[in-house]
């Protein structure tokens, strides 16, 4: 068995351009290290704010994953120079040569990524437009942007739309604006955060979201001469300055991949040392695993999972930070379907992020979708009417499929449940998971899956 602590993990070359059918064969434990690197949502976050600095910023554990080379591409057609800085995984961004994009080049580069609407601040602060188009991302709902577009009428943005996308502006330059968000949305948060720091005057967000990915972000802005405080019950001060410089910074790590390990080492029955996974922000997920029968063990360079004992049935809902992460339940209901007895998960983040399940019920899961949820609807997100419950009953043996991944996180479990199934299983469309998942391939090497790239 390899060593699952102090090893460096064993990574040849990249290999992220290959691979976008897999032949997996399943039924044998995923053991071994694999290293998390910095977040992705935080460092494309980051990489837009360097947008907003006077001299160039240095990026530190950057991922090498497709969102950070769409956002790369998006600040480059922005006139930003982007190079490898002065360690492996470091960007060095300068944005003295910053200027504006059209339409289709900045849709020609946004890919299938949100980022472009994060920009709208530092682009109303540096040249007085931004635009967007239209907005791509994972199929999980309807995504809209109401909040952003809110927020940025607040500071004093003019918001026209047309056939191309949206065109925001700001003849009277932005001011600081007193904001309370419907719902603790990540991104409008990051908005008001990007706009709010350079507007004249004080900005309070009221009800913002308190992700550590957010609080990193802070760290980054307040590096770049912001003043950003924070009080009790969700509620962000920011007094705008009139310049701000680049920072050096190194991203927070990426918890959600920590936790897509840490759940296909509790669905395959394996043994991972997941090297850079930090205990304190991940608090809410290491309750859940030990409560699903998963043992783990805090090292001071990463944490070691595995199962303790035959796995239990649990309730959990989605819900934001401090709250289970939406971007957890699918590797975990993967794990639960090997559990003795029945467990509800319910996704409250997003309207529609359980139809991944179907696809682990053409693998032998007994999953039930609630569309509806399993109570009253008024019981949960008063916001809207309708929120999902998975119901999974278990165990039941996996067994292969052929199956296409249809976004990053319900991808990455369509990996785990193929991996944990007896015989062989097709797993088509795996490009996307190189949105968020860095050196994949290299990474179930280290863990001795058994696969072949087929397309
Ligand atoms: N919402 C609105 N209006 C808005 C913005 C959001 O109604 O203007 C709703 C959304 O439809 C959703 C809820 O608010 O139902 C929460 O959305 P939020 O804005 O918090 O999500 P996001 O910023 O678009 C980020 C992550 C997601 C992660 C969520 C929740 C990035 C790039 N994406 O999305 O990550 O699930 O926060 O934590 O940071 C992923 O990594 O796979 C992923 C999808």
Request: hydrophobic share 45%.
């Amino acid at each position: 068995m390899k060593s699952l602590v102090g090893d460096a993990e064993t990574t040849a070359a990249p290999r992220e351009t290959a691979g976008e059918v897999l032949a997996i064969r399943g039924g044998r434990p995923l053991t071994g290290r694999v290293e998390v690197k910095g977040a992705k949502n935080l460092a494309t976050k980051a990489m837009v704010a360097a947008l907003l600095g006077e001299t160039a910023s240095v990026l530190r554990d950057v991922p090498d994953i497709s969102d950070v080379q769409v956002v790369r591409s998006l600040l480059e057609v922005h006139g930003v120079t982007v190079r490898d800085g002065d360690e492996v995984g470091s960007l060095r961004l300068d944005p003295s040569g910053a200027v504006s994009a059209h339409f289709e080049e900045i849709d020609a580069h946004a890919g299938a990524s949100r980022i472009p609407i994060l920009f709208c601040g530092p682009l109303l602060h540096l040249l007085g437009e931004a635009l967007i188009p239209d907005l791509g991302g994972c199929r999980i709902g309807d995504r809209p942007i109401n909040f952003h577009m809110d927020a940025l009428r607040a500071f004093g943005a003019v918001v026209d739309k047309s056939y191309e996308g949206i065109r925001i502006t700001a003849p009277n330059g932005l001011h600081g604006a007193d904001i309370e968000l419907p719902y603790p949305s990540v991104g409008a948060t990051e908005q008001v955060l990007l706009t709010a720091v350079r507007a004249r005057g004080v900005t309070e967000l009221r009800n913002a979201a308190i992700e550590p990915e957010i609080m990193d972000l802070i760290a980054v802005l307040q590096k770049m001469g912001a003043i950003i405080s924070y009080e009790p019950n969700r509620v962000i001060l920011i007094e705008g300055v009139e310049k701000l410089r680049g920072y050096d910074h190194r991203c927070i790590f990426d918890r959600n991949e920590a936790a897509s390990w840490a759940c296909a080492a509790l669905a395959t029955d394996g043994d991972i040392f997941v090297g850079g996974a930090r205990q304190q922000e991940m608090l809410t997920f290491l309750n859940v695993f030990r409560k699903a029968g998963g043992w783990f063990d805090v090292h001071e360079d990463g944490i070691r999972f595995r199962r303790d004992e035959a796995l239990k049935p649990v309730m959990v809902e989605t819900d934001v930070h401090p709250g289970f992460m939406t971007d957890w339940q699918q590797p975990l209901i993967v794990a639960l379907t090997q559990a003795e007895g029945t467990s509800v998960v319910h996704e409250t983040v997003y309207e529609n992020r359980l139809g991944f399940t179907e696809a682990l019920v053409q693998m032998g899961a007994d999953i039930v979708v609630h569309p509806q949820g399993l109570a009253s609807p008024d019981r949960r997100v008063p916001r809207r009417a309708l929120e999902q419950a998975a119901v999974i009953t278990g165990p039941t043996p996996l067994h292969g499929a052929d199956v296409v991944v249809p976004d990053l996180r319900g991808g990455y479990s369509y990996l785990i449940a193929a991996l944990a199934a007896e015989g062989e299983s097709t797993v088509r469309n795996v490009g996307i998971l190189r949105r968020g998942y860095e050196k994949l391939l290299d990474k179930l090497d280290a863990l001795g899956a058994d696969y072949d790239v087929i397309g």
